[in-house]
C-alpha cells in the first residue's frame, strides 16, 4: 500500500501539467488588430518659406520640415560635415556657419532647432 501513494502522486503531477497544456492551448486567440496607415502630422506638412541663409543649402521654394531636414543632411553627407570622432557632431562651413550661429559645431539634436528658426 505504501507504493501506491507515491505512484498517485505522480499521477496527479502529470495530470495537472497535462491539464495546463491544454488550457494554454485552448485559450481564445487575441483577434487581430487591422494595421491602419500612419497618417502625418499635419503641422509638419505644412510648406515654409527658407530664409536666404538656408535656401543656399536647400532652395528658394517653399518645403515642409522633413524635406527640409533630408536636404540639410544630404547636404552634410555629400561635403563630409559629420564629425569623424563624434558622429552627432557637425562641423559648419561656409554656408551653414551663419544658420549654426556663427558656432565651428553642433550636435545633430540641435540641428533642427537652429534650422526652425530659419523657416517662415
Do not use: C
Not at 502522486?9 to 500612419?38: F, L, N, S, T
Amino acid at each position: 500500500m505504501a507504493a501506491k501513494k507515491p505512484a498517485k502522486k505522480a499521477a496527479k503531477k502529470v495530470a495537472k501539467k497535462v491539464a495546463k497544456k491544454v488550457a494554454k492551448k485552448a485559450a481564445p486567440k487575441k483577434a487581430a488588430k487591422k494595421k491602419v496607415a500612419r497618417k502625418p502630422n499635419a503641422a509638419f506638412m505644412v510648406a515654409l518659406k527658407p530664409s536666404a541663409l538656408l535656401a543656399a543649402i536647400v532652395g528658394d521654394k517653399p518645403l515642409s520640415r522633413p524635406e527640409v531636414t533630408k536636404k540639410i543632411w544630404a547636404y552634410i553627407k555629400k561635403n563630409g560635415l559629420q564629425d569623424s570622432v563624434n558622429r552627432r557632431n557637425i562641423n559648419a562651413d561656409a554656408k551653414l556657419g551663419p544658420i549654426f550661429g556663427g558656432k565651428k559645431q553642433v550636435s545633430m539634436f540641435d540641428l533642427t532647432k537652429l534650422v526652425s528658426k530659419q523657416l517662415s
